[in-house]
Nanobody
């Protein structure tokens, strides 16, 4: 069974920084796109950032210039460096990836990690 395990959430004041990590474990052949989503209370889950195997990235407009997504293919891991955090960044952050398992692609989710920005 393939799992994505996140870490790095927590409490931070506005203007602070956090770094989220997510690593895949289990039996699989390949990971293609890796993404970070977030879901704030009462809101729909939104795509925050994505990165391809080759390192091409894209971001939702609200985090451009503040968040950086990166990955380590050798470790099957993806990271989200979040700087200049704002209260509106408060949400549960989820790791997501397209993983080749057996003979098909599987879209896999992590369990989520809470990020709270408070003043």
């Amino acid at each position: 069974q393939v799992q994505l395990v996140e870490s790095g959430g927590g409490l931070v004041q506005p203007g602070g920084s956090l770094r989220l990590s997510c690593a895949a474990s289990g039996s699989f052949s390949n990971i293609v796109a890796m993404r970070w989503y977030r879901q704030a209370p009462g809101k729909q889950r939104e795509l925050v950032a994505a990165i391809t195997t080759g390192g091409i990235t894209n971001y939702v407009d609200s985090v451009k210039g503040r968040f950086t997504i990166s990955r380590d293919n050798a470790k099957n891991a993806v990271y989200l460096q979040m700087n200049n955090l704002k209260p509106e960044d408060t949400a549960v952050y989820y790791c997501n990836a397209d993983i080749w398992v057996g003979l098909r692609w599987t879209n896999t989710w992590g369990q989520g990690t809470q990020v709270t920005v408070y003043s």
